[in-house]
């Protein structure tokens, strides 16, 4: 394994950091101050857009997604530079059109999507003229095994019928979202990793209501689209918005998570490294009982054990990124589970010293701490709880012994 950059990640490296020095940073405090002129808390902010049409014009834009829809970036290419956006992720990813939901939407179009789909939906996603939701969580059921689903898809002539409830559904309070992909049951008696389907939902369509936006430790999180309780009753598709075939939802949500699953993990490891910094910044810059922070042993004990914790992270992450593009998705789930277990966890217990280490600051919205906190902490949740991963990583490894 040799994880030095090559040429054409060196030269993006260069460029993207450019671009969060001159343009990310400073639009920061720009971003807070719009969305709390906001009236409605879901909206994008002017900022925003401003700092996707420059990121598009330097070619740093759809850096996710392989292949001929993407920008041709490898999993092991575009990992350092996740790394990069994280260090601002309610910002840098949005910025590049890079950020989850829409990501994942963009790969299950791209991998599995008719050319009339990818014509109608997945294109508008590329040039950053739409968002989208993913609409699989659901509030009445453990949604961390799929197979409890209860949402409805059934087939009636030439249409789809929907009927059920979805909660945090990302994406879906933002107003620029023009379409949902649903999972639900197609087949409640076939064997449990079969019943499973996915259609598109255009937003306008007639039976489909956002309920509410629904809050992540108290934030919005409508930078990125925000989180929805949605209710289908009686929703009416074509069957053409069906995602590939009857029965294959469980197989296109294992195809979608497991690169989510990844980028969230290069993400995180930038937000560490920003949690560094700001940590090493205030232990020097503040003194008590006679002493700067940084001199205090228990500072000192936090500051060694997270460059040691970021270091080993990465280097999994960068192994996981190189066996995905070298023996695909599935020959890499026991690495990508490992990461989404190990990468989230380190990562709030960053995030917890340099809160620490700030005292009242690290919980104000005077720094970005709180709210990293709060989106790695969502993290041990999203695409699949710790225990959940722990679980069937543990089965893989005892299946050699048994």
């Known amino acids: 394994m040799d994880f030095a950059f090559d040429a054409r990640t060196e030269q993006l490296r260069e460029q993207l950091l450019a671009f969060m020095e001159s343009h990310i940073y400073p639009a920061e405090p720009v971003f807070t101050e719009q969305l709390a002129q906001r009236d409605d808390p879901w909206t994008s902010v002017p900022v925003v857009e401003e700092l996707k049409a420059e990121a598009r014009k330097r070619g740093l834009w759809n850096f996710f997604l392989p292949g001929e829809h993407g920008s041709g970036l490898t999993n092991l290419q575009y990992a350092p530079l996740a790394e990069i956006t994280g ?32 014509k109608e939906w997945l294109r508008p996603l590329l040039d950053g003229e739409i968002r989208s939701a993913f609409a699989m969580t659901e509030p009445d ?33 933002n107003p620029d979202c023009r379409i949902f992909i649903v999972m639900g049951k197609t087949d409640p008696d076939a064997e449990p990793h079969r019943q499973q389907s996915m259609v598109l939902v255009p937003r306008d369509t007639p039976g489909m209501t956002v309920r509410r936006g629904m809050h992540v430790f108290g934030y919005t999180d409508g930078d990125h689209g925000g989180h929805a309780e949605v209710v289908f009753d009686d929703v009416r598709v ?6 590939g075939e009857e029965g294959g939802g469980f197989g296109i949500a294992q195809a979608r998570l497991g690169p989510g699953r990844i980028h969230h ?18 232990a020097t810059s503040r003194v008590a009982f006679g002493k700067p922070l940084a001199d205090q ?31 695909g998705n599935r020959g890499a789930h026991t690495e990508i589970q490992a990461i989404k277990i190990a990468t989230p966890a380190a990562v709030e217990w960053i995030l917890d010293k340099a809160i ?47």
């Not at 074509?238 to 995602?243: T, V």
């Open 141 to 173: 059921v453990a949604s961390s095994d799929a197979r409890n689903i209860a949402t409805r898809i059934e087939r009636d002539g030439d249409s789809y019928v929907i009927n059920g409830r979805k909660w945090y559904i990302s994406g879906a309070m």
């Open 238 to 243: 074509p069957a053409e918005n069906l995602i």
């Open 297 to 327: 042993g228990v500072v000192q004990d936090w500051i060694a054990e997270a460059r040691v914790r970021v270091e080993q992270l990465r280097l999994l992450v960068l192994k996981t990124a190189w066996l995905m593009d070298t023996v």
């Open 356 to 402: 620490q280490t700030h005292g009242a600051g690290g919980v104000s919205q005077d720094f970005p701490l709180a709210e990293l906190w709060a989106a790695a902490r969502m993290l041990r949740l999203a695409d699949g709880p710790d225990e959940v991963h722990k679980q069937s990583l543990a089965r893989r490894e005892l299946k050699r012994y048994r």
């Open 265 to 282: 993990c290069m993400r995180l490891i930038g937000m560490a490294e920003r949690a560094i910094e700001l940590m090493c910044r205030r």
């Open 87 to 118: 260090r601002s992720p309610h910002l840098a990813p949005v910025a590049l059109n890079c950020a989850a939901p829409d990501t994942g939407n963009m790969e299950v179009l791209a991998m599995f999507g008719t050319e009339q789909q990818r």
